[in-house]
């Protein structure tokens, strides 16, 4: 059974810290999302890439938020430095999207983050 | 970009009524709707998804209608339990081109009164 695993899955850092979330998409999988879910925002995509490619980074604060897919295997989602703003769950998902046709996204469990 | 509306936030229903959920959205080009169910805790999960080239598609006691002319589609569960309560979203996608990502609506918690 196929997954996309997230971690870290809980994290308390404390505000100006570095965070990074890390991501392993479905083997095959050719794109891979980040969302952030609060409460009050619902799920909002921050960043998305096709074949390791960013294809769209509009949602994400650029000053301390970078999103990177060093190769097929892994993509990450960097704050730096953190603040109390950034607490969220943060989900990656991973679909085999293709042109003209819709496909299916799995979502990961999500890394919780405080900064507190 | 894509912008999409969901309504209501919230829905409480009994045990047995049938439940609806609609949403709207703007992009005409989208072509792709699905909806995925999130308990409290976990992570959202794909219950079903309808293409602009079906106007309704069911599954058991879930079924999805389109309608591409007013945009908008709807998610109805019929026969609600209480294992049905969380929260769903609906989301739309476009796949005409080299993008394809997929906005979600801010979602509904679905309450099932036994």
């Known amino acids: 059974d196929a997954r996309v695993t997230q971690t870290p899955r809980h994290k308390v850092t404390e505000m100006g810290q570095e965070v990074t979330m890390r991501c392993q998409p479905i083997?095959?999988?050719?794109?891979v999302f980040w969302y952030r879910q609060t409460m009050m925002q619902g799920l909002e995509l921050l960043a998305y890439?096709?074949?390791?490619?960013?294809?769209?980074d509009s949602g994400m604060p650029k000053d301390r938020f970078s999103a990177e897919m060093p190769d097929a295997t892994l993509a990450t989602l960097k704050i730096q430095p953190s603040e109390p703003r950034d607490s969220a769950v943060y989900f990656c998902?991973?679909?085999?999207?293709?042109?003209?046709?819709?496909?299916?996204?799995?979502f990961g469990e999500g890394s919780w983050l405080t900064v507190v | 970009g894509e912008n999409v509306e969901q309504h209501p936030s919230t829905l409480s229903v009994q045990e047995g009524d049938s439940a609806v959920i609609k949403c709207t959205y703007s992009d005409s080009a989208s072509n792709y709707f699905p909806w995925y169910k999130q308990e409290l805790g976990k992570r959202p999960q794909l219950i079903i998804d309808i293409r602009s080239n079906v106007g309704e598609k069911k599954d058991q006691r879930i079924a999805v209608t389109l309608n591409k002319t007013a945009k908008h589609f709807s998610l109805h569960i019929t026969e609600t339990q209480p294992e049905d309560s969380a929260v769903y979203f609906c989301?739309?996608?476009?796949?005409?081109?080299?993008?394809?990502?997929?906005?979600f609506g801010k979602g509904t918690k679905l309450s099932v009164k036994p």
């Open positions: 083997l095959g999988h050719n794109t």
């Open positions: 989301a739309a996608s476009s796949y005409g081109g080299s993008q394809g990502n997929l906005i």
């Open positions: 890439f096709r074949n390791r490619a960013p294809l769209d």
């Open positions: 998902a991973s679909g085999l999207v293709r042109v003209y046709s819709g496909n299916t996204i799995y």
